[in-house]
C-alpha cells in the first residue's frame, strides 16, 4: 500500500509521523509533495519518504492519496490531480470546510472518498480522528483508508454536520488543553515551582486524569466526585473556579470556534 500526501503542512506531517512510528507502511511507500520543493525534498530526504515532482506523480503512484492542502487551494488542486484519481484510489481529505458532496463535484461522483478531521496529537498515536464516508468507499477499501488513521488516532465516525463541533472540542481544543495545562502551570509558579517542573506535574496529571476516565468508563462529574471529600481542599477550588466562569469561559470558546469555522 502507497499512501500519497498532497501538502505536508504540521498536520500532514503529525499524520505521516505517526505512521511511521505505528510501521504502518514503510517510509519509502509514503509519497509527498507540496508547493515548496526545498521544504518537501529535504522532509522526504530526512524521514526516507518518496518526494514527487508534482501532485499528479503523486495521485497517480499512490493507492491512497491525503489531500491536505488548506482550503483556499483545494479546488485548483483537485483540477490537477483528477486525472490521476480512478475508483481503485481512495481521496482522503483533511481539509477542513468542505464536504463529500464538494470533493465528488470537484473530482468524480464514482470515486471513493474518506473526508477526515485528525487533529495534531496524532503524530505520537494519541490523536482523535472524525471520518465520514462516501457511499463509493467500503469494504476493504474503507478498511484501508481508515488504517492511516487507526494508526495513529482514535476514530470517530460522525454525520458530517457534527464535523464543526467536533473541530472544535477536539481539533482546536488540544491548544485550549495546553492552555489550561500552561494555566496550571503558571499557579504553580506563583507557588514557588519552577515553570518546567510545574509543567510536568500539569502535564501529566492531565495526561493521568484522561487516561483514567477513559479507562474507568465513569462521567467526568462521578471522577471529579471521588476527589473532592467534604469541607475539603479541591470542591473549594471547583467552586472557586465556577464562580470566576470556568465552565460558561470554555463553552464560550467552544462558540467562538464554532462560530468562526461556519460563519454562523
Known amino acids: 500500500m502507497k499512501i500519497g500526501f498532497i501538502g505536508v503542512g504540521a498536520m500532514a506531517q503529525a499524520i505521516i509521523q505517526g505512521l511511521l512510528k505505528a510501521k504502518l507502511v514503510p517510509a519509502e511507500n509514503v509519497l509527498i509533495h507540496s508547493a515548496h520543493q526545498r521544504h518537501y525534498e529535504d522532509y522526504a530526504n530526512e524521514y526516507g519518504l518518496t518526494a514527487k515532482d508534482t501532485n499528479l506523480a503523486v495521485t497517480e503512484a499512490s493507492d491512497l492519496i491525503v489531500l491536505a492542502v488548506v482550503p483556499s487551494v483545494a479546488k485548483k488542486v483537485l483540477a490537477e490531480i483528477r486525472s490521476g484519481l480512478s475508483d481503485n484510489k481512495v481521496l482522503i481529505s483533511i481539509v477542513s470546510g468542505i464536504s463529500l458532496e464538494r470533493l465528488a463535484e470537484l473530482t468524480d461522483y464514482n470515486l471513493p472518498i474518506l473526508r477526515s478531521l485528525p487533529n495534531i496529537n496524532s503524530e505520537f498515536g494519541q490523536g482523535m480522528t472524525a471520518v465520514v464516508a462516501n457511499e463509493n468507499l467500503t469494504g476493504e477499501q474503507k478498511d484501508q483508508a481508515l488504517s492511516v488513521f487507526e494508526a495513529t488516532s482514535e476514530i470517530s465516525e460522525l454525520a458530517e454536520d457534527l464535523f464543526p463541533a467536533f473541530s472544535a472540542i477536539s481539533g ?38 484522561a487516561d483514567a476516565l477513559m479507562k474507568s468508563g465513569q462521567t467526568p462529574a462521578e471522577m471529579i466526585d471521588k476527589v473532592c471529600s467534604p469541607g475539603g481542599d479541591t470542591i473549594a477550588g471547583i467552586l472557586a473556579m465556577e464562580n470566576a466562569g470556568f465552565l460558561s469561559s470554555v463553552v464560550k470558546g467552544i462558540d467562538a470556534t464554532i462560530k468562526k469555522s461556519t460563519g454562523k
Open 172 to 209: 482546536s481544543a488540544v491548544a485550549y488543553i495546553d492552555f489550561f495545562i500552561d494555566a496550571l502551570s503558571r499557579a504553580g509558579v506563583k507557588y514557588g515551582l519552577s515553570k518546567a517542573a510545574a509543567t510536568k506535574i500539569a502535564a501529566q496529571t492531565t495526561f493521568g486524569s
